[in-house]
């Protein structure tokens, strides 16, 4: 379990355009609340105000959806370029203040503040370690990426996000099962399926 003077930040990755979605998914919503808004709520419960929400794509809508003060907001004007833009810009903009990064995305709309928790509790407070959701035979976000990955965080691009540093050989790796973060939403069927979701 990390020092209680260690500093996370979750990072909720909203930038994208949302191609498949036809219209801006981060200001879709599910049970009345957007998705973006979902997300940074989640957060929040679990970090308080150590939240940063990374926007880009049609960043006026997204910001009017968020309908928070809550945490600090990035915008990326690279966010064509894919996922890897918008970590790289969050990693560069509090690496310094930060000893662990929280990544999360914006459409997955079941994963809970308790999961987030678990994640933190789960990390040694190690430098680096990094500890990853498992769903559907698969590793991915939310994922904790702890200092030693700031780096590589950094000089990411394109659309390849920080998967590739999962199997990296230079840090260890710690996994939480999380089933339901295998549920994201990229079409507006996802969304009206997931309005039925048992839970």
């Known amino acids: 379990m990390p020092e209680p003077a260690q500093k996370l930040f979750a990072v ?5 355009r949302s191609s498949r979605f036809g219209s801006t998914k981060q200001a879709a919503k599910l ?7 979902r997300a940074i709520d989640t957060a ?13 794509h049609d960043s006026a809508t997204v910001i009017q959806a968020m309908d928070t003060d809550s945490g600090f907001i990035i915008v990326n004007e690279a966010y064509d370029e894919g996922l ?25 709309a079941l994963v809970t503040d308790e999961h987030l928790r678990t994640l933190i509790d789960a990390w040694s407070g190690n430098a680096d370690e990094i500890v990853a959701t498992a769903y559907n035979h698969s590793l991915g976000p939310p994922v904790l990426m702890p200092r030693a990955t700031f780096s590589d965080l950094r000089a990411l691009s394109g659309d390849r996000g920080a998967r590739a540093l999962l199997s990296d050989d230079r840090f260890q790796l710690k996994t939480v099962r999380f089933e ?5 939403i990229d079409t507006p ?3 009206r399926r997931l309005a039925q979701y048992p839970g």
């Open 12 to 16: 909720v990755l909203a930038a994208g």
């Open 84 to 108: 890897g833009s918008s970590i790289a810009a969050a990693a560069r903009a509090c690496g310094a203040h930060a000893d662990a990064l929280l990544l999360l995305l914006a459409d997955q």
């Open 31 to 37: 049970e009345q609340v957007s998705l973006v808004r």
């Open 44 to 56: 929040a419960s679990a970090l308080e105000d150590r939240v940063i929400t990374v926007i880009g």
């Open 189 to 191: 069927e996802d969304l």
């Open 180 to 184: 339901a973060a295998a549920v994201d």
